[in-house]
């Protein structure tokens, strides 16, 4: 939760950076898994995943990656699922291709060291739910878990799915010369020369060369036909198919063509026939394995995403981070957007340290730093190369927030501090958040007696109480006995005042109670007369004390 937010992952460019390690993926399913993947707080997994980065990048070193390239096959998956649709040529020509690059991945993949699993396999998604449907986001949440020895193991093997494909496809996508369809394509080749040489006996007549417009012969409706002149429309007889715009021109087929035509179109109706029967039949037996082309798609996407990281690791100088229990040491750090002409850095935050101030004149690298160190944490958690020294170590944290910069808004009424303010109330709330309810109160209940007050008092100081515990204290009515709240019967005594409000034209004026709640207040403003609505922070300043 607490390294999923947005502010925070923006402020420090994460999304940039795992934008940019998303295009060094070779297929559409790696990419996809990795633009959805947030950083993790599993040391375990993410020990086991820098693992497996080592190991591609050595493999990587000693065997060059071959030229793959993953053609989008979403829709083909979705037609194969559906009874009684069958697939097109170009469908056909994307899974073969897609499964032929998928295998070649795979042999790749193999002969990289990867160590082997010593923990139970586990199914990788339930394929026959979704009916081919790859989710992203569904994978995203455990990108870290699935152990590259387990998915190359496991991972289904397409090589009868691409070799039924090309048994019938040529390396180009068009449709081979089998047996039946050679014969009626050298019947229709029969037919054409049959057209071409009685269509050639008009333009060879002396009687009727005068009479064409065109001595070559044109197609209409699929059919051979005739240009002749308008005003020699006479001297062929035949059937009129179209007349030009100018209507100088009669398209016109003779007939001595019109039965040599009728036996063209019979003849590729039924190689259209023919081609589509053949693709019916390897429709139905394709739909039998679209079950494993999608779990083939969750371990490609596991497995892509994995390479692209090495890849760039490999392509970019970066260096795998270690990881240690607390602290931090960051040796010639760059920040990854700035490159070769960032100013190295040197960070070494002892385990006992807490705090890192850091100070210096404008424009001398402060925003840098802080950023660097940040986006470095996030990116190590994420499984990413980072550019620094080796000896570098980052430990595993449990949130990266962060609030830099300005945080104006004239949209929203906040001014550089509020708007500030507004960022730390949200850090703080997540802080408070991440603690057990039941701690927090043991932590902070303080017993009745030993405050040396006898029951039912009203207190007279303000730091003889504890503030109430977040989860229990926002927007509390006013009838209500919380945890360490003053007695019901001072409810409308003064020293149960809200903090003042204050307006947006800088006049502070004391609020009342709005609706029976003391965190809402309604007031009216003494200098613009302006009323304002603010929620009170109750439950952080506690209760005043007039006395």
């Not at 997994?45 to 980065?53: D, N, P, Q, V, Y």
């Amino acid at each position: 939760m607490f390294l999923k937010n947005e502010h925070s992952l923006k402020l420090l460019d994460f999304f940039r950076m795992r934008e940019r390690t998303a295009e060094y993926c070779l297929s559409w399913e790696g990419g996809e898994l990795l633009r959805s993947s947030f950083p993790i707080d599993d040391r375990q997994s993410l020990e086991r995943f820098k693992a497996e980065l080592a190991a591609l990048v050595d493999h990587l070193d000693s065997a060059e990656l071959p030229g793959l390239s993953f053609p989008l096959i979403e829709m083909p998956l979705k037609h194969l699922g559906a009874a009684g649709f069958t697939l097109e040529l170009e469908e056909f020509f994307a899974l073969g291709i897609w499964a032929r690059e998928y295998d070649k991945l795979l042999v790749f993949l193999s002969k990289a060291r990867f160590a082997a699993s010593k923990r139970e396999k586990e199914p990788l998604a339930e394929a026959e739910e979704n009916e081919g449907g790859f989710d992203p986001e569904a994978l995203a949440e455990k990108w870290a878990i699935p152990e590259a020895f387990d998915l190359i193991e496991t991972a289904p093997k397409l090589q009868h799915v691409y070799k039924s494909i090309f048994e019938i496809l040529t390396p180009d996508g068009e449709m081979r010369d089998l047996p039946e369809i050679k014969r009626i394509r050298d019947a229709i080749s029969r037919a054409t020369r049959d057209l071409l040489t009685i269509a050639d006996s008009y333009r060879n007549d002396p009687d009727l060369r005068q009479a064409l417009q065109s001595g070559e012969p044109t197609q209409r409706d699929g059919r051979t036909v005739l240009a002749v002149r308008a005003n020699f429309r006479g001297r062929v007889k035949g059937i009129v198919h179209e007349v030009s715009s100018t209507g100088q021109t009669v398209f016109i087929e003779p007939a001595a063509l019109v039965e040599k035509n009728n036996d063209l179109v019979q003849l590729e109706a039924k190689l259209r026939a023919e081609i589509f029967r053949i693709l019916k039949d390897l429709t139905a037996e394709l739909r039998k394995d679209r079950h494993s082309i999608a779990d083939a798609r969750i371990a490609l996407a596991y497995l892509d995403q994995r390479l692209a990281r090495a890849v760039q690791i490999r392509r970019e100088e970066l260096i795998i981070p270690e990881i240690r229990d607390s602290g931090y040491t960051i040796w010639r750090a760059r920040h990854p957007l700035l490159g070769k002409k960032a100013v190295p850095i040197d960070v070494d935050m002892p385990e006992s340290a807490r705090t890192l101030i850091v100070t210096g004149p404008n424009t001398g690298g402060k925003t840098v730093t802080l950023k660097t160190i940040g986006l470095f944490a996030l990116m190590h958690q994420f499984g990413m190369g980072i550019p620094a020294a080796l000896g570098t170590k980052l430990p595993v944290f449990d949130a990266v927030l962060a609030d830099i910069g300005d945080e104006q808004s004239i949209d929203q009424s906040l001014s550089t501090f509020s708007g500030h303010m507004k960022v730390m109330a949200e850090i703080v709330r997540m802080g408070a958040f991440e603690k057990k309810t039941s701690e927090m109160m043991t932590a902070r209940a303080v017993p009745q007696e030993k405050r040396g007050e006898r029951k039912g008092s009203v207190p007279k100081r303000r730091e003889q109480y504890r503030p109430i515990p977040p989860a229990k204290a926002w927007c509390r009515p006013i009838n209500s006995s919380p945890l360490h709240s003053p007695p019901t019967r001072a409810r409308s005594s003064p020293i149960f005042r809200p903090t003042p409000a204050r307006c947006p034209c800088r006049m502070s004026s004391p609020p009342r109670p709005l609706n029976g709640h003391r965190c809402r207040a309604m007031s009216t403003c003494m200098r613009c007369s302006r009323r304002n609505s603010q929620r009170v922070p109750y439950r952080s300043s506690g209760w005043r004390s007039t006395a």
